[in-house]
């Protein structure tokens, strides 16, 4: 598609004030009720690194997975192919490092060839390298898929941390330092980084209510989240960073239907969206159209499939833009976003809050129930990592007394996913077995992160 000279200016405008907000932010402007964001103290950014070393590594077939994919040889990233499946190949690589480099050596042998862990991160940063300047020529769509997962990966090796640098000879110090300070950066370079069309990452995030924008929205914290762990969240760039992920969590909000407003976005064919005068990136609970439920359709990514119509298209431009919601839900919960989702002595007993799996009337779990109930639509493919997540995130704490297996989510709606299924007990809420939305044990990652087959395992199979 090529825009208009009018257009590309609005375009252009737009990225400019956003690059503006992110030089000279507004302390102010970050103050909300849906909370702040806070870095995760000595720990990862996708994944608690206690929970990370109870997961399975014995009998597990997303384990043996995931391993398999880590032992095969890695090819060149390209941030520019939105296809290209290194990022994810990578991300496996540097999850199976973390789970096995404190291991005894002797169980470490037991599991992989000797000195295959320390392989593995070597790889992982030289990977992260190889995708400096990739970038070029693509739209903000594909680098905002393929980037995220890279970061992430960094992370997860402890690329540049002290821990790290105190292990290693002077030369190598030295030249982990070197390449340190050049990845990121690399990575202060994408948060303003033009793309094809006048498109940042932000930008995209800010106005595109559909994939693109969840895609970037998830790029756009890791990013942020990545430089305030690593430069620290009192230096100049750090606290802007900090301040940015404040920014993306009310746009994320505003886009689930919460507390925030968010007029930048530019939504499209309206015939999905329940209330055309307000529109949502995802529909709020109880709407209908025509008698027919559109209670958590996603419109602007459902449009893709045409018009309003019944039954509903299955169009899986949805689930791609649950894989960046999703991805941006579970970074914002490891990012401070979290603090009124649990109760004390109950991990999983939400309550009504500043929590982000409940933000939209818990929007994410409704667009998984409408995709599956009212579409009939369970997700294939690369996006069978998400069920898992949302199983962890939204559990049954309710078994009707009649046995229905009817699962109640605290926001007025059920889901009866299988009947005379056996319920298993954890605390004192009861989920069925197997979970409520359909999730293969090894599943496929997807476009920008994966294997939640075995991260987010409930935690009553994460045993060691």
């Known amino acids: 598609m ?14 400019a004030i956003l690059i503006g907000l992110w030089l000279y932010p507004n302390p102010q402007a970050n103050a909300s009720s849906i909370g702040e964001a806070s870095l995760p103290t000595d720990d990862y950014l996708w994944i608690d690194k206690s929970r990370l070393l109870t997961l399975p590594i014995d009998n597990n077939p997303a384990w043996q997975q995931l391993k398999r994919v880590a032992q095969q040889p890695v090819g060149l990233p390209n941030l520019a192919d939105q296809d290209d499946k290194t990022n994810t190949q990578v991300f496996a690589k540097a999850l199976v490092y973390a789970r096995l480099k404190d291991e005894p050596p002797a169980r470490q042998s037991r599991i992989v060839e000797k000195k295959f862990t320390q392989q593995l991160r070597q790889e992982v940063i030289a990977t992260c390298m190889n995708i400096i300047g990739t970038q070029a020529g693509s739209r903000s769509l594909e680098t905002s898929k393929e980037l995220m997962a890279y970061i992430l990966a960094a992370d997860l090796v402890g690329f540049g941390s002290q821990e790290m640098l105190n292990s290693m000879t002077p030369s190598e110090k030295t030249q982990e330092v070197k390449d340190h300070s050049r990845f990121v950066t690399f990575l202060k370079e994408m948060q303003t980084y033009v793309f094809k069309q006048g498109k ?49 969590a009310k746009v994320f909000n505003a886009w689930l239907g919460g507390q925030e407003t968010h007029p930048a976005f530019r939504f499209k064919n309206d015939s999905w969206q329940a209330n055309p005068e307000e529109p949502l990136g995802i529909n709020p609970v109880g709407s209908s159209i025509q008698g027919h439920s559109v209670d958590g359709v996603l419109p602007d990514d459902q449009r893709r499939g045409g018009s309003f119509s019944w039954p509903p298209v299955k169009e899986n431009y949805v689930y791609s833009a649950l894989q960046g919601a999703v991805s941006q839900a579970v970074l914002l ?19 009504q809050g500043g929590c982000v799996w409940e933000w939209g009337d818990s929007a994410l779990f409704r667009a998984f129930h409408w995709l599956n109930v009212h579409a009939n639509f369970p997700a294939t493919g690369d996006d069978t990592w998400l069920p898992h997540i949302i199983n962890l995130h939204y559990p049954c704490n309710d078994i009707s007394a009649d046995n229905t297996d009817t699962c109640y989510r605290g926001i007025g709606v059920t889901y009866s996913p299988k009947r005379n299924q056996p319920a298993v007990k954890r605390g004192h809420i009861n989920i069925l077995s197997p979970r409520q939305f359909d999730a293969p044990e090894a599943s496929r990652p997807g476009k920008n992160i994966g294997w939640s087959g075995w991260t987010h395992l409930p935690e009553e199979s994460s045993t060691p």
């Open 200 to 248: 940042t990452i932000t930008s995209t995030h800010e106005r595109r209510p559909n994939n693109w924008g969840t895609y970037a929205g998830a790029t756009r914290i890791a990013l942020s989240a990545y430089l305030a762990k690593n430069l620290g969240p009192d230096s100049e760039h750090g606290a802007r960073a900090l301040s940015d992920i404040n920014r993306a």
């Open 2 to 15: 090529t825009l208009k000279y009018s257009d590309m200016l609005v375009v252009m405008l737009l990225s």
């Open 333 to 351: 919960d490891r990012l401070g976003f979290n603090q009124s989702c649990y109760s004390p002595g109950d991990t999983y007993a939400y309550q």
